[in-house]
């Protein structure tokens, strides 16, 4: 091949504990995802979804096996280096939104772009763009707690679109919002996947918002058990 | 990204101002201890030297016993002078040029419904020239007043001010306790002394006249010395030395009943008097310091705890562990700096205030500014390093779940 997968597992396990306390969150998992793909992945609770999510987004490293993140190596990475990644390639959605209370959407979409090292205008500017691209523009001077959960959500997209990442990743992005709201979200993150080729990695609870993804991984235990196109992919 | 971390320590700590300020009292009170202790030390230094300069450091002062510190002090009978030790003193010494006795009393001064609490001080027209101190209006004793012990007096400017206001106090008769004596002059202002007290609230009477109507006695309290110009104070010390054994019979190896000063040596001794005082209360203050310290460390680690959801936030968009530390280290410095820059606020007006209350110069050291301010900044690095390092130490995924 031209180029790796964005995303490569080798036999990858995460194991918590030792002895009688060992959970094996990940047991030996491989997988890969190339650029532009849209992926869903499902399973029951405790199935180690967020486990694989936390190893592709370089904020955990594998107990044994491999994570390539474009053909490098990451469990040879130091702490800082795997923060660089993040910072540059990465993005992240989280189910509880995570964004900073008492500091307006701009402002929070603008905080990777401080670590990224943008000056004032350039990180207003690129904020300002990722939350008009959310549809939010208008709601760039609000506090968190001004907005619903909906709306939160897409700053939180925002935040993570504005550096421009390969991947983003989306840890049950519609978990606290109802199915209207959900769809939203939905539709936007098929749009960017569809539009700007953006690589898109979520776990969902959820058949109706996995089948917006192409492709599904279904987790049992640690384990892949199921991967094929959705429905929807065509 | 040195300014961004500037601008969101600021942030973060006036967003809750009332914490933020009693967080940094310790270091308010320490840092304005130092201020205020340093500059009014360095006001009364400066008060003392120029005192110094303008009593002469050709004055001596000759006083009954030991000047001592310590056990021992202010035991046993001290024996007196008289006036023949003074008149022994001006006629054997060649390097004297005048010497004047000295009695005092603490009196109340009556002029008509007027009364004022004051120093009397008897004396002769040899203190004026010892002291160099003029008479303003009106006139000096007489030789003949001082030797009759006739019941006339010079008035400070102090004494004047209180008991005649704008009348002419000259020819006036006022009342000292029992003894009614007449005003002939008024002395020209001093100001106020190295040791705080107002030079000009005194009562000048001939020292005859103090002794039989006041001391009821004539034993001399103090002699006053001035050294002749070309003569030097050491040489001075010496021969008054001398002269003063051997008219007290004190034998060879035996200890002086004695105490000869001159004026450089009185300030010598307020301003090390003056560095002891100050280095006390820069122990003080050091210590309020260190709890101002530990207070700032107390409130980064539960401001580190309280926001761990949010260092996990900006570690997962690509915070190092670094700036993470950074952020919250300059926190503590602009905290605490913050709490250096109200200490010196107050220190300088505490110093202001208590300068004119001690009638002694106000002068504010850029140095002891800068660095008390330095200090301040130092605390914060010090006990911030601590929890900012916690910080730093989070696992990012912890720290999300929080
Ligand atoms: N920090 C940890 N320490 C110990 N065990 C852990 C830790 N994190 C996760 N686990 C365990 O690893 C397994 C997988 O957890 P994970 O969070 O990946 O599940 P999940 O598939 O995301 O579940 P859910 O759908 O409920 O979010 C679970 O059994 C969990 O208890
Ligand atoms: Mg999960």
């Given at each position: 091949?031209?180029?790796?997968?964005?995303?490569?597992?080798?036999?990858?396990?995460?194991?918590?504990?030792?002895?009688?306390?060992?959970?094996?969150?990940?047991?030996?998992?491989?997988?890969?995802?190339?650029?532009?793909?849209?992926?869903?992945?499902?399973?029951?609770?405790?199935?180690?979804?967020?486990?694989?999510?936390?190893?592709?987004?370089?904020?955990?490293?594998?107990?044994?096996?491999?994570?390539?993140?474009?053909?490098?190596?990451?469990?040879?990475?130091?702490?800082?280096?795997?923060?660089?990644?993040?910072?540059?390639?990465?993005?992240?959605?989280?189910?509880?939104?995570?964004?900073?209370?008492?500091?307006?959407?701009?402002?929070?979409?603008?905080?990777?772009?401080?670590?990224?090292?943008?000056?004032?205008?350039?990180?207003?500017?690129?904020?300002?763009?990722?939350?008009?691209?959310?549809?939010?523009?208008?709601?760039?001077?609000?506090?968190?707690?001004?907005?619903?959960?909906?709306?939160?959500?897409?700053?939180?997209?925002?935040?993570?679109?504005?550096?421009?990442?390969?991947?983003?990743?989306?840890?049950?992005?519609?978990?606290?919002?109802?199915?209207?709201?959900?769809?939203?979200?939905?539709?936007?993150?098929?749009?960017?996947?569809?539009?700007?080729?953006?690589?898109?990695?979520?776990?969902?609870?959820?058949?109706?918002?996995?089948?917006?993804?192409?492709?599904?991984?279904?987790?049992?235990?640690?384990?892949?058990?199921?991967?094929?196109?959705?429905?929807?992919?065509? | 990204?040195?300014?961004?971390?500037?601008?969101?320590?600021?942030?973060?700590?006036?967003?809750?101002?009332?914490?933020?300020?009693?967080?940094?009292?310790?270091?308010?009170?320490?840092?304005?201890?130092?201020?205020?202790?340093?500059?009014?030390?360095?006001?009364?230094?400066?008060?003392?030297?120029?005192?110094?300069?303008?009593?002469?450091?050709?004055?001596?002062?000759?006083?009954?016993?030991?000047?001592?510190?310590?056990?021992?002090?202010?035991?046993?009978?001290?024996?007196?002078?008289?006036?023949?030790?003074?008149?022994?003193?001006?006629?054997?010494?060649?390097?004297?040029?005048?010497?004047?006795?000295?009695?005092?009393?603490?009196?109340?001064?009556?002029?008509?419904?007027?009364?004022?609490?004051?120093?009397?001080?008897?004396?002769?027209?040899?203190?004026?020239?010892?002291?160099?101190?003029?008479?303003?209006?009106?006139?000096?004793?007489?030789?003949?007043?001082?030797?009759?012990?006739?019941?006339?007096?010079?008035l400070g400017e102090t004494v004047r001010d209180e008991l005649f206001g704008q009348a002419d106090p000259i020819g006036e008769r006022i009342r000292l306790g029992a003894m009614s004596c007449?005003?002939?002059?008024?002395?020209?202002?001093?100001?106020?002394?190295?040791?705080?007290?107002?030079?000009?609230?005194?009562?000048?009477?001939?020292?005859?006249?103090?002794?039989?109507?006041?001391?009821?006695?004539?034993d001399v309290g103090t002699i006053y010395i001035s050294v002749r110009d070309g003569y030097s104070v050491d040489r001075a010390t010496n021969d008054i030395t001398a002269l003063m054994r051997?008219?007290?019979?004190?034998?060879?190896?035996?200890?002086?009943?004695?105490?000869?000063?001159?004026?450089?040596?009185?300030?010598?001794?307020?301003?090390?008097?003056?560095?002891?005082?100050?280095?006390?209360?820069?122990?003080?203050?050091?210590?309020?310091?260190?709890?101002?310290?530990?207070?700032?460390?107390?409130?980064?680690?539960?401001?580190?705890?309280?926001?761990?959801?949010?260092?996990?936030?900006?570690?997962?968009?690509?915070?190092?562990?670094?700036q993470v530390l950074l952020q919250f280290l300059v926190e503590a410095i602009v905290l605490s700096a913050l709490g250096g820059v109200l200490g010196v606020a107050l220190g300088l007006g505490?110093?202001?205030?208590?300068?004119?209350?001690?009638?002694?110069?106000?002068?504010?050291?850029?140095?002891?500014?800068?660095?008390?301010?330095?200090?301040?900044?130092?605390?914060?690095?010090?006990?911030?390093?601590?929890?900012?390092?916690?910080?730093?130490?989070?696992?990012?995924?912890?720290?999300?779940?929080?």
């Amino acid at each position: 091949m031209a180029t790796p997968p964005i995303i490569e597992f080798r036999d990858v396990a995460r194991v918590y504990g030792t002895g009688a306390a060992e959970v094996r969150a990940l047991d030996g998992v491989s997988l890969s995802v190339e650029p532009g793909e849209f992926v869903a992945v499902m399973g029951p609770s405790g199935s180690g979804k967020s486990t694989a999510m936390n190893v592709m987004g370089c904020l955990d490293r594998p107990t044994s096996g491999h994570y390539l993140f474009n053909g490098i190596e990451v469990g040879a990475l130091t702490q800082d280096q795997r923060a660089l990644l993040r910072r540059h390639y990465l993005g992240f959605i989280f189910q509880g939104y995570n964004l900073l209370a008492r500091t307006t959407a701009l402002q929070n979409v603008e905080l990777p772009l401080i670590y990224k090292g943008l000056g004032r205008a350039e990180r207003e500017a690129a904020a300002l763009a990722a939350l008009d691209k959310v549809g939010l523009a208008h709601r760039a001077h609000h506090d968190p707690s001004e907005l619903s959960g909906g709306q939160q959500q897409r700053v939180a997209i925002a935040r993570a679109l504005a550096t421009g990442p390969q991947v983003v990743l989306a840890d049950e992005p519609t978990g606290n919002l109802d199915t209207k709201r959900s769809v939203e979200i939905m539709d936007l993150l098929q749009a960017l996947n569809r539009d700007d080729g953006l690589t898109i990695v979520m776990v969902t609870h959820e058949e109706d918002m996995a089948a917006y993804a192409r492709r599904l991984i279904w987790m049992v235990d640690g384990n892949v058990q199921s991967d094929r196109p959705t429905k929807g992919a065509g | 990204m040195l300014w961004e971390t500037f601008k969101l320590a600021l942030q973060a700590i006036l967003r809750n101002p009332t914490r933020s300020f009693l967080t940094v009292l310790g270091v308010v009170i320490g840092v304005a201890a130092v201020i205020a202790m340093v500059t009014i030390g360095k006001g009364s230094t400066a008060q003392v030297t120029a005192d110094v300069e303008r009593m002469g450091a050709n004055l001596m002062i000759l006083s009954p016993g030991q000047m001592r510190f310590g056990p021992g002090s202010g035991g046993g009978s001290e024996r007196a002078f008289d006036l023949g030790d003074v008149d022994r003193i001006i006629d054997q010494v060649a390097s004297v040029e005048t010497a004047a006795p000295s009695g005092n009393a603490s009196l109340v001064a009556v002029f008509g419904n007027t009364n004022y609490q004051t120093r009397v001080t008897g004396t002769d027209s040899r203190y004026l020239l010892a002291t160099d101190w003029p008479v303003a209006t009106g006139r000096g004793f007489a030789t003949a007043e001082e030797s009759a012990g006739k019941p006339v007096c010079l008035l400070g400017e102090t004494v004047r001010d209180e008991l005649f206001g704008q009348a002419d106090p000259i020819g006036e008769r006022i009342r000292l306790g029992a003894m009614s004596c007449q005003v002939i002059g008024v002395l020209g202002a001093k100001g106020a002394s190295s040791f705080g007290t107002d030079q000009d609230d005194v009562v000048l009477i001939p020292f005859k006249t103090f002794g039989r109507r006041i001391a009821g006695s004539m034993d001399v309290g103090t002699i006053y010395i001035s050294v002749r110009d070309g003569y030097s104070v050491d040489r001075a010390t010496n021969d008054i030395t001398a002269l003063m054994r051997e008219l007290r019979r004190i034998g060879p190896g035996e200890e002086d009943d004695f105490s000869l000063r001159n004026m450089e040596q009185v300030a010598s001794m307020l301003n090390s008097v003056n560095t002891v005082l100050t280095g006390l209360l820069s122990a003080v203050a050091a210590v309020s310091l260190l709890v101002g310290g530990i207070g700032i460390m107390n409130i980064m680690l539960v401001s580190v705890t309280e926001r761990t959801r949010e260092i996990g936030i900006r570690m997962a968009v690509g915070a190092q562990a670094g700036q993470v530390l950074l952020q919250f280290l300059v926190e503590a410095i602009v905290l605490s700096a913050l709490g250096g820059v109200l200490g010196v606020a107050l220190g300088l007006g505490l110093a202001a205030v208590g300068a004119q209350l001690l009638n002694v110069p106000f002068t504010p050291d850029p140095g002891t500014i800068a660095l008390a301010f330095a200090f301040s900044a130092m605390v914060g690095v010090v006990f911030g390093y601590f929890p900012a390092r916690r910080a730093a130490r989070l696992d990012p995924i912890e720290a999300l779940r929080h």
